[in-house]
């Protein structure tokens, strides 16, 4: 399996909803990572996970919670988001310290705030 | 700290013809890796290529190949026998071995004219 899997694709949630995203791979990496997109951007940074412990925040706002239950799984907990928060929502996982250095993303969900 | 630069927004070349895309970079550090990346409408963020720094041979793969000047800092990549499918935006991208972060470009968006 060398994929990573994101659920759901598409997601609108209003205001007040609390929505979560998934993320899974079955590639043994141990660096699991968030990253918001914006139409025509680069991906940016939201969190990183090493080890499942939580190694990077790039100063978030604290509606976006993220979760790594094991070493396969990613969760990112959505809570009172803004609009402006409405982007693609990107799941990468890699190797870091060997020689097969490398990321793969998942497919994205793409998340509408009303 | 590191940055990518992407020179081109939007490219375009015919069908079957050759096309090089520029990136240029600014890192310290002397142990690092260059990507780049393809996102087609699709959304998937899909490895094109990847250069290790210490490898002094420039990395191929099918019809991508890269111009890797390390010296220069430039890392231009070269898409030979242009195929509509290669329609897509592309993303230069760097990390360092034992970094969790990588740092993209702000991309270059390829059209592909039949």
């Known amino acids: 399996d060398t994929e990573v899997t994101q659920t759901p694709k598409h997601l609108v949630m209003g205001m007040t909803n609390k929505k979560s995203l998934k993320c899974e791979q079955h590639?043994?990496?141990?660096?699991m990572y968030w990253y918001k997109q914006k139409a025509k951007k680069p991906p940016e940074l939201m969190f990183v996970y090493s080890y499942e412990k939580l190694s990077i925040n790039e100063s978030v706002p604290s509606r976006f919670s993220p979760e790594c239950p094991n070493s396969s799984l990613l969760n990112l907990h959505l809570h009172a988001l803004q609009p402006e928060d409405s982007a693609l929502y990107l799941c990468?996982?890699?190797?870091?310290?060997?020689?097969?250095?490398?990321?793969?993303f998942g497919s994205g969900t793409r998340l509408t705030v009303v | 700290a590191q940055t990518v630069t992407q020179s081109q927004p939007e490219m375009s070349v015919q069908e079957a013809e050759t096309v090089t895309l520029s990136c240029t970079y600014d890192?310290?550090?002397?142990?690092?890796?260059l990507f780049w990346y393809k996102q087609p409408p699709s959304r998937q963020m899909i490895l094109v290529i990847r250069?290790?720094?210490?490898?002094?041979q420039n990395a191929t793969e099918n019809r991508f190949s890269v111009n890797f000047q390390k010296a220069a800092k430039s890392f231009s990549l070269k898409i030979s026998d242009s195929q509509l499918g290669d329609a897509a935006m592309y993303f230069c991208a760097y990390s360092y071995f034992g970094n969790e972060k990588l740092t993209f470009g702000t991309g270059t968006r390829l059209t592909i004219i039949p």
């Open positions: 590639m043994g990496h141990r660096a």
């Open positions: 250069q290790e720094a210490y490898k002094q």
């Open positions: 990468a996982s890699s190797h870091m310290l060997t020689s097969d250095y490398g990321y793969t």
């Open positions: 890192t310290s550090e002397s142990d690092y890796y």
